[in-house]
């Protein structure tokens, strides 16, 4: 178990997947921030046009 273990370690095809991970992650945070704020806006937005249609009413 510990030299399974040890050759990942020491192996530079671990190293290069754990960047890939830590890039990956950062890409998809990014994402989902992006997602919620644009969502945010929206559901403003359709407030807004809802409260505009009220008061017209």
Request: aromatic share 8%.
């Amino acid at each position: 178990m510990f030299d399974i273990l040890k050759q990942i370690y020491l192996s530079d095809k671990g190293a290069t997947a754990v960047e890939y991970g830590l890039i990956l992650a950062l890409i998809a945070l990014t994402v989902i921030v992006s997602v919620a704020s644009v969502a945010n806006r929206t559901v403003g937005m359709w407030d807004d046009v809802a409260n505009e249609v009220t008061d017209v009413s």
